[in-house]
């Protein structure tokens, strides 16, 4: 039996693979932040969370059984007004460090998502749904969950976590700026030739009219 459906934006590692794929970090582990939630009498509950490795366990065991499942965990816009459904994820994995999803884009939502990306909603936020029993609590107070269910990611323009950026696209920006940089230099050096040349050049024809 499952508890309240909670929203959480985490520290995000989100790489631009092709046009239409986004490869993105889900869930980090070992990762604390404080949470707030709001509770059915109108109070807030504020809380240290942090994610297990086992959290989404269910759902990898299922990816590895049968093709689709997984994409019932679409990805969503809810920047101002929203676009809705942008993706679903194709892929489901757990490595060292957090819980990664691939993502493939509606043909039709590609400019959207880009033009989202390139004016720094790059955050994304999970929506997930912890099973009864599925969180525990550490000494200190920290509640670790250990078993939920992820209903889907969205896009979103502020994380509660730091570190949350579209990595490969900065990269990529970066190493743009390198080659352009290496190539206006290569374009600098070209022109100090020429012009070394032609005045080269132009002595020569100096003496020859001069003798």
Request: net charge negative; hydrophobic share 40%; with cysteine.
């Amino acid at each position: 039996m499952a508890e309240t459906t909670l929203h959480r934006a985490m520290p995000t590692q989100l790489e631009r693979v092709d046009q239409r794929t986004l490869a993105c970090r889900y869930c980090p582990f070992g990762v604390r932040a404080n949470a707030i939630d709001p509770l059915p009498d109108g109070g807030i509950d504020r809380y240290v969370e942090e994610f297990a490795s086992t959290v989404f366990n269910r759902q990898l065991s299922a990816a590895e059984k049968a093709d689709g499942v997984i994409q019932r965990i679409t990805l969503i816009d809810e920047h101002h007004e929203g676009l809705g459904k942008v993706g679903f994820t194709t892929e489901l994995r757990r490595e060292a460090d957090g819980i990664y999803g691939v993502v493939r884009l509606l043909p039709s939502k590609i400019d959207d998502v880009t033009a989202m990306l390139d004016e720094g909603v790059d955050k994304l936020s999970v929506e997930f749904t912890p099973f009864r029993g599925g969180t525990k609590m550490l000494p200190d107070g920290t509640r670790l969950r250990t078993d939920a269910h992820l209903h889907r990611v969205a896009l979103v323009a502020q994380g509660a976590y730091t570190g949350s950026e579209v990595l490969a696209l900065r990269e990529a920006a970066e190493e743009v700026a390198a080659v352009d940089a290496a190539y206006e230099a290569d374009m600098n050096d070209l022109d100090a030739w020429l012009a070394a040349e032609q005045a080269t050049q132009q002595r020569w024809a100096e003496r020859l009219t001069t003798t």
